[in-house]
């Protein structure tokens, strides 16, 4: 006989965050969390991997249908536990304290954390074009640190600065930051689809490119690879989940924020991979160094039009560093009202009503994170880690249906079982396919680990932390 569950309208800690949000609001949250440097940088990596251009787009048409499933699962699950944290909250509910703390841990540390320090470096190559010297990563000075010393550069002066400021705006509300993210989303969009539909329509490409055949035998190991940075790609689709405590109604907005900016993405993505092979034959896609969105811009139309879309790339990066500056401390402030992180972080700041000191912590270590150069190694480190966060978080949908089968549920994933059920077997195949690539047989061969290697390992140092934490709170 199943339990009863209280109604989960609020959550039961008597400190919360104010809904002021709307569904267009976490929409604009969610493209710009995920349309940032992974669809400038991976399509090369993707194309190595997959060297037929129609295996190739329909890897990214896969990549974009299992975030779609992914999405539609999280909207059932925030609309039944509508509380900021996401998965750390999901995952909490159906496995416990510490499977919820690892992913939270992951999300400090290199999640939100690295993407955001990544995209402020990358953010200040970008502006070297237009400002020289803002990008030049020659040392000025350095603090010599143990293992880890703190180098400082224009370039991370420059990346810092874009933290601090973009932590300072959404610390002052969500008013500010909601405006910021709003605009930045949508000149993103706009000007993505403008470069598109010019690019295709008088852009010097040509439709052979799609017809030249590829490499034969793409293996399912081959494919299962190239999903990785795919689905790194379209990490983000869950941000609305993050902030489902600040969205009014969140019973049908979260879903319809989730589904409204999941489906704007695959679109910009599936239409942005056409162009590049519009451009380029997948062999010399696979070879492009840098941003593919720079290159393409230059063989298209002129040197100016890669400057347009070096400006760009700047606004891109820049609305994904204030969607993870504003998704990322939601996070870190459910795990500190549960006596899982830094106890300040709890707290909300009685004027202008955000997690303050949540904002503060994520500013100070992406910052770290520029200084000593590992944002972007984390990141990577730390790609296959979101599948398999993602993964298990779906897999709860399933745990909770059975533990709590007459919760009021505002919302049901649409397809289940059938579609949740995909995309966990998808992010299983995935994640232990990467385990194989890069841990078991490299051990068993005496080559070096890969990256998912070492994001195992990034995980697992949460595991002292988290008995620390827990040891502290019983001695409380």
């Known amino acids: 006989m199943s339990r009863r569950v209280p109604t989960p309208t609020a959550p039961a800690e008597s400190v919360t965050l104010e809904r002021r949000l709307g569904p267009l609001d976490a929409a604009a949250v969610i493209v710009s969390n995920v349309i940032g440097g992974g669809i400038?940088?991976?399509?090369?990596?993707v194309a190595a991997t997959i060297p037929d251009p129609w295996l190739f787009l329909a890897v990214w048409a896969v990549g974009g249908a299992l975030a779609f499933m992914g999405a539609m699962a999280y909207a059932e699950l925030a609309a039944l536990r509508p509380r900021a944290g996401g998965e750390y909250v999901y995952l909490g509910a159906a496995y416990g304290k510490l499977a919820a703390f690892l992913t939270g841990w992951t999300s400090f540390v290199a999640g939100f954390s690295g993407a955001i320090a990544a995209s402020s470096v990358f953010l200040a190559i970008y502006l070297d074009r237009f400002i020289p010297g803002s990008g030049d990563a020659t040392p000025i000075f350095t603090i010599p640190l143990p293992w880890v010393p703190l180098v400082f550069s224009r370039q991370a002066l420059v990346a810092v600065s874009t933290i601090l400021l973009m932590s300072w705006i959404h610390l002052r509300g969500v008013g500010p930051g909601r405006l910021m993210g709003n605009i930045l989303a949508t000149l993103k969009v706009l000007a993505l689809l403008m470069f598109i539909a010019?690019?295709?329509?008088?852009?010097?490409?040509?439709?052979?490119?799609?017809?030249?055949?590829g490499a034969d035998g793409v293996t399912?190991?081959?494919?299962?690879?190239?999903?990785?940075?795919?689905?790194?790609?379209?990490?983000?689709?869950?941000?609305?989940?993050?902030?489902?405590?600040?969205?009014?109604?969140?019973?049908?907005?979260?879903?319809?924020?989730?589904?409204?900016?999941?489906?704007?993405?695959?679109?910009?993505?599936v239409l942005l991979n056409l162009l590049y092979l519009f451009v380029l034959p997948v062999g010399e896609l696979a070879k492009v160094e840098g941003s593919v969105l720079d290159v393409i811009a230059d063989r298209l139309l002129n040197q100016m039009a890669g400057n347009v879309m070096g400006l760009v790339s700047i606004i891109s990066l820049a609305a994904s560093i204030s969607a993870n500056v504003f998704a990322g401390p939601r996070v870190y402030f459910a795990m500190a009202r549960d006596g899982l992180f830094l106890p300040a972080a709890a707290n909300i700041h009685p004027r202008f009503k955000t997690p303050?000191?949540?904002?503060?912590?994520?500013?100070?270590?992406?910052?770290?994170?520029?200084?000593?150069?590992?944002?972007?190694?984390l990141t990577t480190?730390?790609?296959?880690?979101?599948?398999?966060?993602g993964g298990v978080a779906v897999g709860a949908l399933f745990v909770l249906r059975h533990r709590e089968p007459d919760a009021p549920r505002p919302f049901k994933a649409l397809g289940y079982p059938i579609a949740p059920a995909i995309f966990t077997i998808a992010s299983a195949a995935i994640v232990v396919n990467a385990l194989w690539t890069d841990l078991v047989r490299p051990i068993a061969v005496g080559e070096p680990w890969g990256p998912a290697a070492a994001g195992i390992v990034v995980i697992a140092l949460?595991?002292?932390?988290?008995f620390l934490l827990r040891a502290r709170a019983r001695r409380a």
Do not use: C, H, K
């Open 220 to 269: 399912a190991t081959a494919w299962l690879l190239a999903l990785i940075p795919v689905m790194f790609a379209y990490s983000g689709w869950n941000a609305a989940a993050y902030i489902a405590e600040e969205i009014r109604d969140p019973g049908r907005n979260v879903p319809r924020a989730l589904a409204l900016g999941t489906a704007a993405v695959i679109a910009v993505y």
């Open 40 to 45: 400038l940088f991976t399509p090369p990596l």
């Open 356 to 377: 303050a000191a949540a904002i503060v912590a994520q500013a100070v270590w992406s910052s770290l994170l520029v200084l000593t150069g590992s944002g972007a190694a």
């Open 381 to 389: 480190y730390t790609g296959f880690a979101v599948i398999l966060f």
């Open 198 to 213: 010019l690019g295709l329509s008088f852009g010097a490409g040509s439709t052979s490119n799609l017809q030249v055949p």
């Open 462 to 466: 949460g595991l002292p932390v988290y």
